[in-house]
Structure formats: C-alpha cells, structure tokens
C-alpha cells in the first residue's frame, strides 16, 4: 500500500472506524505480520519520543530515551491486546487475540501520526498543540469503542465502553502490582528519600 493509500485509510479511520475495522479484520494477517508491524509500531513511536525529549518537547519524561520507551511501549501494547481481549470475551464477546491486535497496531501508528502533528504544531503554538493532543485523545477513545465493537461483535458502544473501562482497570492493577513488587510503592519511595 502507497503512502496515499495508507493516509487515505487514516483518514477513514476517523470518519468511519467501522468500516475500516472490517477492512483491518478481514485482511487475516498472519502472526508474522503481526509481530512486525507490533514492533514497526512500537520503534515509531519510542523513536518520536525521543526526537521529542531531545527537541525540549517532553522533558520532563524522567529521562525515558528511545529503548527504555520502546520497552515500555511493548508491554504496554501487548498487555492492552491482552487485556482488551480477555474483557472482551468475559462480556461475550467473539474476538480472537489476532483480531485486537491488528486494530491496536493501527491505533498505534496513527497515535505516531498525531505525535508528530503535535510536535510540528507545537514548535509554532503550545497552546494549540494541547487542543491538538486533547482532540486526539477524544477521536482515538471514539474509534477505540467502535473497533472493539465491531472485533467483539457487539452491536452495542456502551458495551464496548465497558470493555474499555474493564480492560483499563486491569492493566492498573497489573501496573501497581508490579511496580509494589519494584518497591516503588509510597513506602518503598519513602525509603529512597
């Protein structure tokens, strides 16, 4: 696919997430494809995180460089998959660990065409570059559901809302679990002050 094509694709992204979730479903990737644009995806975005932190752009991100972010990136994007699908399935939903995973590997390098639309508008005006991120933010959540209804085959956006929220609060405990297991808990932190 061109360019053109895959910008074009972006664009209906946004207008129709349905449509091109049934496109994205229906191409059967294989694991192999998968697992490259996973890790396309994940290099993309750890790579425009640290063009970012080195342009001044973020900062203050606790000195996160570009591997140390794609690692994170990596676990983060595999347990969302994860997690996606197994609420997905405990509300009855039909979708396999493939299906998710090509939706979220799209949603992923479209969130590095929006990184890179808010670095570019924001060398000119922070302002509109945080209305920019705010924009993306609610466009992304609202192709979310519509991806995950249409993968779990609901029918029903709030359902998919649900998933959403289900799927969100498990990698939190799963995050804070780990991280209590690190010691970087509040007394684990109290100990290194």
């Known amino acids: 696919m061109s360019v053109a094509g895959l910008l074009s694709l972006a664009w209906q992204t946004v207008l129709a997430p349905r449509d091109v979730a049934r496109t994205l479903l229906d191409l059967r990737l294989s ?4 697992l490259t644009g996973f890790g396309l ?5 750890a790579l425009l995180v640290g063009l970012m932190q080195l ?3 973020l900062g203050s991100v606790a000195g996160l460089m570009p591997v140390p972010m794609a690692l994170f990136l990596a676990v983060m994007l595999a347990g969302s998959i994860a997690a996606l699908t197994w609420a997905g399935r405990s509300f009855g939903g039909r979708a396999r660990l493939e299906d998710v995973a090509v939706l979220l590997i799209w949603l992923q390098g479209l969130r590095a065409l929006a990184q890179l639309g808010v670095a570019l508008v924001g060398a000119v005006s922070g302002g509109l570059a945080v209305l920019l991120v705010l924009a993306a933010l609610l466009v992304g959540l609202w192709i979310l559901v519509a991806f995950l209804d249409e993968a779990h085959g609901f029918g029903s956006p709030l359902k998919a809302l649900l998933v959403l929220i289900l799927a969100t609060l498990a990698l939190l405990a799963a995050l804070m679990m780990i991280l209590s297991l690190l010691g970087a808990g509040p007394n684990g932190m109290a100990s290194y002050v």
Do not use: Q, Y
């Not at 694991?31 to 998968?34: D, H």
């Not at 995806?41 to 975005?45: D, G, M, R, S, Y």
């Open 31 to 34: 694991r192999e494809a998968l």
């Open 41 to 45: 995806v994940v290099a993309l975005n």
């Open 55 to 57: 342009g001044g752009e």
